[in-house]
């Protein structure tokens, strides 16, 4: 059986490779580790980096830049299930994106498991499957 390829909550993988994964389960969140390369290739990586730094404080990444680093459209839906302007949805997404990851990092590297992927459902306002 070949595995499926997922989105995610944020909607993102459409159509760009860096953003998508292979996982034999569906409708499951992206891989966070993904969504950070991804940002960290497109001009964000000393941002990231100083997310999953202990010894850093964390540099700002704005809803703006968010928005030119994913691909086109990959808010759109959840921004829109959220009752929220892209903008807004984006916004909220560069303000809530640093603290997980900080959360998610405390050693300088991102924990496995469960609590990534209930960190990322809950950003994208939605619950994991059970």
Partial sequence: MEPA?????????EGEEQVTANSTETDSP????LLLVHLADHGYA???????SPDVINL???GPELLDALPEGALNDLAAGLNLSLQDYADHLAQELPVLVDSLSPQGELTDGEDSETALWALAGNEPDA
């Fill in 5 to 13: 390829e997922r989105t995610g909550p944020r909607g993102l993988g």
């Fill in 30 to 33: 992206d891989d966070l580790e």
């Fill in 46 to 52: 000393d941002q990231v980096g100083s997310w999953m």
């Fill in 60 to 62: 700002a990444i704005s």
